[in-house]
């Protein structure tokens, strides 16, 4: 059975909402950050962690040892493995990315900023990531936190993504541009 968006969205914001609320209260926002970044990178970097996330044939005792296992070896804090493993035993690991993405959003505007997830063709130099935060800032009108992400699909240029406007100056599509309008032509 397929999962809409909007249900991923409305779970995902449910469970960000709660973990943010407790982490607060615990004055723990910054561990949680920084250990759901980690989960995100490992999450990335490995095909059998996606695999045991997004499919629904592990059943929630396998996922939750794997989860278990995963937040002891990395150290996670104590809010953010019991999160991990709720989350788990819910049967909900299929939202994580989902979760931690909320996550950053609800923490970035209880300091005031907007996230900004940022796609770019190649990895972006400290002095990059200055000056397109300033960039943003302006745009924005507030500090703006960057999410980074590297897809070398898109040739060159960056794709910039704040609440529901998207910015896209990636080569790739202005070369799909272009052959849609060779196209009309001839």
Do not use: C, W
Not at 99 to 120: D, L, Q
């Amino acid at each position: 059975m397929a999962k809409s968006g909007s249900t991923i969205s409305g779970v995902a914001e449910r469970y960000a909402g709660s973990l943010f609320e407790l982490a607060a209260e615990a004055k723990a926002v910054p561990a949680v950050e920084k250990d759901l970044a980690s989960f995100e990178s490992m999450l990335a970097g490995s095909a059998d962690l996606k695999r045991l996330v997004e499919s629904p044939v592990f059943s929630s005792d396998e996922q939750f040892n794997a989860i278990s296992a995963i937040v002891k070896k990395a150290g996670f804090s104590a809010l953010t493995g019991n999160f991990l493993r709720v989350v788990a035993q819910n049967r909900r690991l299929f939202a994580v990315p989902g979760m931690i993405r909320a996550f950053r959003e609800i923490a970035a505007e209880s300091r005031g900023e907007v996230a900004a997830e940022v796609t770019s063709a190649h990895s972006l130099t400290a002095a990059q990531q200055a000056e397109l935060k300033t960039a943003l800032k302006a745009v924005a009108g507030k500090d703006v936190t960057i999410s980074l992400t590297v897809d070398p699909a898109l040739l060159g240029g960056m794709v910039v993504k704040i609440g529901s406007r998207q910015i896209d100056t990636s080569l790739r599509t202005k070369l799909n541009s272009l052959k849609l309008a060779l196209k009309e032509v001839g």
